[in-house]
């Protein structure tokens, strides 16, 4: 099915976006 595609790329860009944003945040210090 096409669905279960689509489903798993959203899966992966979902991951993928929120090691990115970890990252940002990692590199940048927290604003405390």
């Known amino acids: ?17 929120a090691v990115a944003i970890i990252s940002i945040l990692a590199q940048t210090p927290a604003p405390i």
């Open 1 to 17: 099915m096409k669905r279960k595609i689509i489903i798993a790329v959203a899966v992966i860009a979902g991951i993928l976006a």
